[in-house]
């Protein structure tokens, strides 16, 4: 596999810009942090000041990644994976009958599907999770011999598996794509995925909290609102437009792309939140403070990244 080259100079600059904004929230948390008020605002302040120290981590560790190479994006992107998927797991009952199921499924096709990626073998990294592991787990399962709730169970395992490992690793699998005419930049499809939704994110989020009254779906995700939906998704659409210049899109379809993997983003991160409140978890995990678990920070990305990468691959590559 090709290496990844982070030091091009739009990469230079959008790392640049993403430093030069985290400056300037920083700077705002500050200041609001000092400002006194009510306990229900101070709370507010402090879980934002938290989220931006989380940004700042999180930035670094994906100009690391990138600057380290192919080989390193994906080990990174497998241990989110695997991690996520532990956060999976840890939420849904599970019996000593799962444990083997549970190990083959953490130590063998979690490392598997990645290492698929790094071998350039997109045949196969398209089928093995959703026909090979699909198939083996529950037949492994079954050869413990415990039948109790054993679809639930097998079901839980199998779509913890799609949605953190399967549909999570395709926004490497963007490094994959040989598109005409921008070899040697595919990184910046990666960059330009992950932009898009944790835009959507950020900006639906202050747009809920500025605006937001009519909630979607309170029983789900109390944090969703319509003026946060279509005020934040709206903002994240421009901004993937302007960044036409990092992809091999026009500015139209770039705005159509991001369209579209904000509207995934949005479904990822209700679905999820629907499967956590049916579990009755507010959040997947504490690893990342201010975000919850790696899973809340991901759940965007697991439903638009293979939708983005298949809608690349399809318009794009050969």
Request: with cysteine; hydrophobic share 55%.
């Amino acid at each position: 596999m090709r290496e990844l080259l982070a030091t091009t100079p739009e990469m230079l600059w959008l790392f640049g810009g993403l430093v030069g904004l985290l400056a300037v929230a920083s700077t705002i948390g500050a200041v609001l942090s000092r400002r006194a008020g009510t306990p229900q605002s101070i709370e507010v302040r402090a879980n934002l000041v938290a989220r931006i120290n989380a940004w700042w981590v999180m930035v670094a560790v994906l100009a690391v990644t990138f600057l380290l190479g192919r080989a390193v994006t994906l080990v990174v992107f497998g241990l989110m994976a695997w991690f996520a998927l532990r956060e999976f797991v840890t939420l849904t009952p599970t019996r000593t009958a799962d444990r083997l199921p549970l190990s083959v499924a953490f130590f063998v096709v979690v490392p598997a599907q990645f290492l698929l990626i790094g071998l350039d073998q997109y045949g196969t990294f398209s089928i093995f999770v959703p026909v090979y592991a699909f198939l083996l787990l529950p037949a492994i399962a079954a050869l413990r011999g415990d039948v109790d709730d054993f679809l639930p169970r097998t079901a839980k395992l199998q779509w913890g598996l799609m949605i953190t490992v399967y549909c999570l690793s395709h926004a490497p699998a963007l490094l994959l794509l040989q598109v005409p005419g921008f070899e040697g930049r595919d990184a910046l499809l990666l960059f330009y995925l992950l932009l898009v939704v944790q835009m959507s994110d950020v900006m639906q989020y202050v747009c809920g909290k500025l605006w937001g009254k009519t909630k979607i779906a309170p029983l789900v995700s109390p944090s969703k609102t319509v003026a946060g939906f279509v005020g934040g998704g709206l903002a994240a659409t421009a901004i993937g437009a302007a960044m036409w210049w990092i992809t091999p899109f026009s500015p139209a379809v770039s705005a159509a792309m991001s369209a579209v993997i904000v509207m995934m983003g949005f479904l990822g991160g209700l679905t999820l939140s629907a499967v956590k409140r049916s579990l009755g978890a507010k959040d997947w995990g504490v690893m990342i403070e201010g975000h919850g678990g790696v899973l809340d920070r991901l759940d965007s990305v697991c439903f638009a990244a293979p939708v983005f990468f298949h809608l690349t691959r399809y318009f794009y590559t050969p």
